[in-house]
T-cell receptor, first 110, second 114 residues
Framework: QKEVEQDPGPLSVPEGAIVSLNCTYS??????FMWYRQYSRKGPELLMY????GNKEDGRFTAQVDKSSKYISLFIRDSQPSDSATYLC??????????FGAGTQVVVTP | DTEVTQTPKHLVMGMTNKKSLKCEQH?????MYWYKQKAKKPPELMFV???????INESVPSRFSPECPNSSLLNLHLHALQPEDSALYLC?????????????FGPGTRLLVL
């Protein structure tokens, strides 16, 4: 079993809809939770990171962490075609390397 | 400025060639990383440098040789690669190895081995 599970998609939504992405994990030692956006043939771009449980909001993006359920989410409001990309979740314990999910491909159609 | 730069953007090499990838950051970060990413897969960690010293080698074949000349530069020397080594090679940096949650990636070098 992988430590981090993420549905690879593709996830197709119409412009203006809310995009809902999630990852589950098995390692209870994970403390830091990140979301990266990766456009085709580019490097990953750090969108948000959260320490421990709770919510974090940045513009149209909201990240949620539920450590009791070992479940993290990223919501993108008012989605735009420019949001079409692969979204990678990543997480790490206090000391240790990043563990990435497989990445979810998102397509926002005009 | 949260920029990590990588050169070249693209590289085509034969299996007998020697080439080098270069990575640079000017954020004052003391941890730098090399990752390999195959199509539709997440990045895989190869090496970690912390304060210019090799901290982690994820059992990478010796045909890949990292080098950290100073705190801003990271090189990856390539020799006698195989076609299966074709991938996107990503460099990243973070303030320290303990703060990987704020790890910033470069645009990558797309490598094709013929």
């Amino acid at each position: 079993q992988k430590e981090v599970e993420q549905d690879p998609g593709p996830l197709s939504v119409p412009e203006g809809a809310i995009v809902s992405l999630n990852c589950t994990y098995s390692n209870s030692a994970f403390q830091y939770f990140m979301w990266y956006r990766q456009y085709s043939r580019k490097g990953p771009e750090l969108l948000m990171y959260t320490y421990s449980s709770g919510n974090k909001e940045d513009g149209r993006f909201t990240a949620q962490v539920d450590k009791s359920s070992k479940y993290i989410s990223l919501f993108i409001r008012d989605s735009q075609p420019s949001d079409s990309a692969t979204y990678l979740c990543a997480m790490k314990p206090s000391w240790g390397k990043l563990q990435f999910g497989a990445g979810t491909q998102v397509v926002v159609t005009p | 400025d949260t920029e990590v730069t990588q050169t070249p953007k693209h590289l085509v090499m034969g299996m007998t060639n020697k080439k080098s990838l270069k990575c640079e950051q000017h954020m004052g970060h003391r941890a730098m990383y090399w990752y390999k990413q195959k199509a539709k897969k997440p990045p895989e960690l190869m090496f970690v440098y912390s304060y210019e010293k090799l901290s982690i080698n994820e059992s990478v074949p010796s045909r890949f040789s990292p080098e950290c000349p100073n705190s801003s530069l990271l090189n990856l020397h390539l020799h006698a690669l195989q076609p299966e080594d074709s991938a996107l090679y990503l460099c990243a940096s973070s303030p320290r190895q303990e703060t990987q949650e704020t790890q910033y990636f470069g645009p990558g070098t797309r490598l094709l081995v013929l």
